[in-house]
């Protein structure tokens, strides 16, 4: 059974870092895409990037309204994904998930986590 | 970017019922288009890619339709477990984009 499990959300203070991870388990996780979208209370999901898997050189893609501020990595020893959030605002509160991209489509999340949420406020 | 609207925010219907569900594009999209079910306490369920075809798993009493800019989700002969918000996503172009979601209550 697919597996993918949010932590490290809480609350920041506006200017703050913070790290979510994701651990993944259930398939091999170098074969995959994998993506972190997050959802505002009452709003649209956003993308916000992928990382890319082994075969693609486990390269990365972001949103521009998040790059530069928030980095993807992976641990592929421990199957963990990884989002760094720095310069955080308040407008990034936001449930934040991980997903895995299907092998049947590309930029199609064919299984997703339950969320971490993170609050900025001071 | 591309806009990606659900006109319907809210929807309620009775077991048994059909229910469409749409989604419009700011552009055209060809069939680039997603949908999903959250429900609460949930992760997010992928329905149907490509505009019509339907992911492992999913009941043949979803099916989704259109290609372009207007695109639908329609579930006949609704159960009451398809209660939950549904949203759609263009995978067209990046950066990928999502509906505000429709909202389905069962009566």
């Known amino acids: 059974e697919v597996k993918l499990l949010e932590s490290g959300g809480g609350l920041v203070q506006p200017g703050g870092s913070m790290r979510l991870s994701c651990a993944a388990s259930?398939?091999?996780?170098?074969?995959?895409?994998m993506y972190w979208i997050r959802q505002p209370a009452g709003k649209a999901p956003e993308w916000l990037g992928f990382?890319?898997?082994?075969?693609?050189?486990?390269?990365?893609e972001y949103n521009p309204s998040v790059k530069g501020r928030f980095t993807i990595s992976r641990d592929n020893t421990q199957n963990m994904l990884y989002l760094q959030m720095n310069t955080l605002r308040a407008e990034d509160t936001a449930t934040y998930y991980c997903?895995?991209?299907?092998?049947?489509?590309?930029?199609?999340?064919?299984?997703w986590g339950q969320g971490a949420s993170v609050t900025v406020s001071s | 970017d591309v806009q990606m609207t659900q006109s319907l925010s809210y929807l309620a219907a009775s077991p048994g019922e059909s229910v469409s569900i749409s989604c419009k594009a700011s552009?055209?999209?060809?069939?680039?288009l997603a949908w999903y079910q959250q429900k609460p306490g949930e992760a997010y369920k992928l329905l149907i890619y490509?505009?019509?075809t339907l992911q492992s798993g999913t009941p043949s009493r979803f099916s989704g339709s259109g290609s372009g800019t207007d695109f639908t989700l329609t579930i006949r002969s609704l159960e009451p477990e398809d209660f939950g918000l549904y949203y759609c996503?263009?995978?067209?172009?990046?950066?990928?984009?999502f509906g505000s979601g429709t909202k389905l209550e069962i009566k």
């Open positions: 997903a895995r991209e299907g092998k049947t489509t590309g930029y199609v999340m064919d299984a």
């Open positions: 259930g398939f091999t996780f170098t074969d995959f895409y």
């Open positions: 990382i890319r898997n082994k075969a693609n050189g486990y390269t990365t």
């Open positions: 552009k055209s999209i060809s069939n680039y």
């Open positions: 490509s505009g019509s």
């Open positions: 996503q263009q995978y067209y172009e990046k950066p990928l984009t």
